[in-house]
């Protein structure tokens, strides 16, 4: 990590920060809010880096000494608060024990930054902990608390913290960075970023997890409702019902097969690449069998399918009923 210079797909919070550092303005604590993945706590050590950087201060260089301790993590003056192994929930004992660490000027940089990660997930009794430290906030130090969800965080500690909003990343973005970490190609890399929400993390993660196989369980559930065998329905979503986790994955697999299949279907596949683009025969498959509006009902079908799974349903009903509507849905014209 090369300071604030390195973050990609930020710019609105990299530019607001660099203004600050600039003016000499930096807020005593920072709330650094959006989705999962996107670069908030990669932002809170690069914000580190800018104040303690011996060759670009302000910004970061990434080579220094004191940068190189920051990405190492064994920088004194950058502590970290966050869930230990056998805990639910961030502790009043950690907060008190960084607060102490606090009182304290900083050992070797002009500033100490302090990164709460996730914060939302502090107790009440270490929120609140927290809360008095930050109406008489340390000499020196700033606080950045990292969330992906602020509301669950007190109001209190919220209007004491400048709120810094990160943006799910553009696909463009997650699918460059893709190619540049791992090993996967152009078209592998659209797909991941496509498939990963704006969430570069969880990109990454896909690239070396389960993948081709869920996307085959997307293809075999769109074959399903085309064949309307009840046995086979019955048999693949008792077993893919179990894992919820793999099922929102294939769920969103399958929404992006069918939003596929409508480009082309439309005649709109040149104007928005697709996103399956090594997959083409399949999405042409089912472009063929079914009109623009049969496939809008399956992506609403889908995407119904989706919200229901994030309450508290049976898996393998919800898949039963989705798979049963798709059907209905074929040869539509």
């Given at each position: ?14 530019a607001v920060l660099r ?212 046995a086979a329905m019955f ?99």
């Open positions: 990590m090369e300071g604030l210079g390195s973050i990609v797909g930020q710019p609105h919070a990299v203004r600050a550092l600039a003016s000499g303005r930096l807020a005593q604590a920072y709330l650094f809010e959006g989705p999962a993945g996107v670069g908030k706590a990669t932002t809170a050590r690069a914000l580190m880096q800018a104040l303690a950087c011996e060759a670009r201060p302000g910004e970061g260089c990434g080579a220094c000494g004191p940068c190189q301790k920051i990405d190492a993590g064994t920088h004194p003056d950058l502590l970290q608060v966050g869930l230990l192994e056998e805990k639910r929930d961030i502790v009043i004992a950690q907060v008190r024990e960084v607060v102490l660490r606090c009182a304290y000027r900083p050992h070797e940089a002009p500033h100490r930054v302090v990164i709460v990660d996730p914060a939302d997930r502090m107790n009440v009794s270490a929120a609140n902990a927290l809360l008095k430290t930050l109406e008489e906030p340390p000499v020196a130090t700033h606080f950045v608390l990292v969330s992906d969800a602020p509301s669950r965080l007190p109001i209190t500690i919220r209007s004491r913290s400048q709120r810094l909003r990160f943006a799910p990343l553009a696909i463009e973005v997650i699918a460059a960075q893709l190619e540049r970490e791992t090993s996967v190609g152009p078209e592998q890399a659209r797909f991941g970023a496509a498939l990963a929400g704006g969430s570069l993390g969880r990109a990454l993660a896909l690239a070396g997890g389960e993948v081709g196989e869920r996307r085959e369980a997307a293809e075999h559930l769109h074959a399903l409702a085309a064949q309307r065998d009840a048999a693949a979503t008792a077993d893919l019902g179990r894992d919820r986790e793999a099922l929102a994955e294939i769920l969103g697999l399958l929404r992006l097969l069918y939003r596929d299949a409508l480009l082309v279907s439309e005649g709109l596949a040149a104007a928005a690449p697709l996103v399956n683009a090594d997959r083409v025969e399949a999405v042409e498959r089912i472009a063929a069998v079914s009109s623009p509006l049969g496939l809008r009902r399956r992506l609403r079908a889908v995407a119904e399918a989706e919200t229901a799974l994030q309450g508290n349903v049976n898996g393998q009903l919800l898949l039963d009923r989705m798979v049963l509507r798709l059907g209905q849905c074929e040869g539509t014209r």
